[in-house]
């Protein structure tokens, strides 16, 4: 069975870091572009950050100099790195990636992992 599965989340000041990981398990050939979504209470789910299996990426505005997504395709896993976190960054992060099964790409998410930032 392949899942995702999110860590890293929690609860952090104004101004503090958290790394966030996503490590895909299961019966993969291959993995396209990996991303890292949020939602916050009563908004839309939205796109922070995505980067393509050869490590082009692109940022969400609000993020944007504040974030930083990578991977190691070695270990199927995505990192986001949040710095300089604002109370408005609350939000459960999910992530995402497009999966190959050896008969087509497939979209998964991972079940969500909370950040809480406190003022």
């Known amino acids: 069975q392949v899942q995702l599965v999110e860590s890293g989340g929690g609860l952090v000041q104004a101004g503090g870091s958290l790394r966030l990981s996503c490590a895909a398990s299961?019966?993969?050939?291959?993995?396209?572009?990996m991303r890292w979504y949020r939602q916050a209470p009563g908004k839309q789910r939205e796109l922070v950050a995505g980067?393509?299996?050869?490590?082009?990426?692109n940022y969400g505005d609000s993020v944007k100099g504040r974030f930083t997504i990578s991977r190691d395709n070695a270990k199927n896993t995505v990192y986001l790195q949040l710095n300089s976190l604002e109370p408005g960054d609350t939000a459960v992060y999910y992530c995402?990636?497009?999966?190959?099964?050896?008969?087509?790409?497939?979209?998964?998410w991972g079940q969500g992992t909370q950040v809480t930032v406190s003022s």
């Open positions: 995402n990636a497009a999966m190959y099964n050896g008969v087509a790409f497939l979209d998964y």
């Open positions: 299961g019966r993969i050939s291959s993995i396209g572009a």
């Open positions: 980067i393509t299996s050869r490590g082009g990426t």
